[in-house]
């Protein structure tokens, strides 16, 4: 149990589009879902936190106006990468926590953004 | 950012062999959990360790967690070329509500 799909796996996208990438929990409600992003070989680092029905909480650094951060339902948060450039090629990982008292954390499995 | 910081970053063994990663982290948590991630994958949950606990088993991993020297160690045992990953630990910080705060990983190679 405890799924997040994401989609897509992959995509290729010309400088200047956008790009949205979507995460569901196929299973349970997410309430809280959390944006990673990560270069090559190196660690997760956090982008922002969904919350259903209110806006993102984005981290230090992190340009809310470029990554747009939707979280409308119980399963479904999206990612939109705004106006995209090369520099915004990455890997990006969206999380849910999983309820309860329990701290355990699922993991889509990934978005590789290459912009051209 | 409250990043922990691992070490070895890069570890390479034979299969049959042991392999020890460490995780330092800064200030005080809640709980540390190990994550594994294989190559342009997403992770997977190895095993949580909660702040009043000093060491906890799971099938032939072994975390331990000192929480007077801020740090953390995931032990494999007979290790095997499938367990050839990027291992992470991560936290959640007192009072960082619920986000999940990653180390810089491990990326271990298990050569047959």
């Known amino acids: 149990g405890a799924v997040v799909s994401q989609h897509p796996s992959w995509v290729i996208c010309k400088s200047g589009t956008s790009v949205k990438i979507e995460c569901r929990s196929l299973d349970f409600q997410a309430t809280t879902m959390f944006w990673y992003r990560q270069f090559p070989k190196q660690s997760l680092m956090l982008m922002a936190t969904s919350n259903e029905g209110s806006k993102a909480t984005y981290e230090q650094g992190v340009e809310k106006d470029k990554f747009l951060i939707n979280h409308a339902s119980l399963t479904l948060s999206t990612l939109t990468v705004t106006s995209a450039h090369p520099e915004d090629s990455s890997f990006y990982i969206c999380s849910a926590r999983v309820g309860g008292g329990y701290y355990g954390y699922t993991f889509g499995s990934g978005t590789r953004l290459t912009v051209v | 950012s409250q990043q922990g910081e691992e070490d070895p970053q890069a570890l390479s063994i034979q299969e049959g062999e042991n392999a020890t990663m460490n995780c330092s982290y800064k200030t005080s948590i809640n709980n540390l959990q190990w994550y594994r991630q294989n190559s342009g994958r997403g992770l997977v949950h190895l095993i949580l360790i909660r702040s009043n606990e000093r060491e906890k088993h799971s099938g032939r991993l072994r975390v331990t967690l000192d929480t007077s020297k801020k740090s953390s160690s995931l032990l494999i045992t007979a290790s095997r070329a499938a367990d050839t990953a990027s291992y992470f630990c991560?936290?959640?910080?007192?009072?960082?509500?619920?986000?999940?705060?990653f180390g810089t990983g491990t990326q271990l190679k298990v050569e047959l």
């Open positions: 991560a936290t959640v910080f007192t009072g960082g509500g619920n986000k999940l705060t």
